[in-house]
């Protein structure tokens, strides 16, 4: 099972919002409505931001949000904040309870 | 609170082997998937293996044969025997809990390095 595939930075000033693309195949983010984003600042661990696509887990803010159109999903983070500078991931559901992960986006806030 | 605290990382010379152990607390164990991810140094998530409530048991191909992943629900506890280490295997192992098709809660990882 293959990456899927992100592009390897963005970024946005304070108070900008910036889409981070994942795209797939129909095997894997096409295929399923369980796609999930994971926040990694510099040596922690993941935290997960968005899950079934376009789901916020408790505490999670609304600036953080998701969508899906065909093999691509898409993470959006809009105002940006300082503390949004980090590794995001994306990740999808591939069938018989296995999973692959996007190649990861570092978020710069400029 | 939900808390994954993985432990038995360290150095191995290849074709070695590790036992990683994750101990849970904060949540009913025995309902919840739980998983193995890692992350070698300056490098993207890769799932390395789940197992279900159930004790169904699924590998990442690369894994397959040499590594096993158990559960001992009484114990609260997720373990991952690896064998037949290779330097590639090198990596930072994050023990995470499973949501809906997700991963919901993750331990602060144990560094696990095969090299001679």
């Known amino acids: 099972q293959s990456a899927l595939t992100q592009p390897p930075s963005a970024s946005g000033s304070p108070g900008q919002s910036v889409t981070i693309p994942c795209t797939g195949t129909?095997?894997?983010?096409?295929?399923?409505?369980?796609v999930s984003w994971y926040q990694q600042h510099p040596g922690k661990a993941p935290k997960l931001i968005i899950y079934?696509?376009?789901k916020r887990p408790s505490g999670v803010p609304d600036r953080f949000s998701g969508s899906k159109s065909g093999n691509t999903a898409s993470l959006t983070v809009s105002g940006l904040q300082g503390d949004d500078e980090a590794d995001y991931y994306c990740?999808?559901?591939?069938?018989?309870?296995?999973?692959?992960f996007g190649t990861g986006t570092t978020v710069t806030v400029l | 609170e939900v808390q994954l605290v993985e432990s038995g990382g360290g150095l191995v010379q290849p074709g070695g082997s590790l036992r990683l152990s994750c101990a849970a607390s904060?949540?009913?164990?025995?309902?919840?998937?739980m998983y193995w991810v890692r992350q070698a140094t300056g490098k993207g998530l890769e799932w390395v293996s789940g197992?279900?409530?159930?004790?169904?048991?699924y590998y990442q191909g690369s894994v397959k044969g040499r590594f096993t992943i158990s559960r001992e629900n009484a114990q609260n506890s997720l373990v991952l025997q690896m064998n037949s280490l290779r330097a590639e295997d090198t990596a930072v192992y994050y023990c995470?809990?499973?949501?809906?098709?997700?991963?919901?809660?993750w331990g602060q990882g144990a560094l696990v390095t095969v090299s001679s």
């Open positions: 197992i279900t409530n159930a004790g169904d048991t």
């Open positions: 995470a809990r499973g949501g809906i098709a997700a991963f919901d809660h």
């Open positions: 129909s095997s894997d983010v096409g295929g399923y409505n369980y």
């Open positions: 990740s999808s559901y591939v069938g018989i309870n296995n999973y692959v």
């Open positions: 904060g949540f009913t164990f025995s309902y919840y998937g």
């Open positions: 079934e696509v376009s």
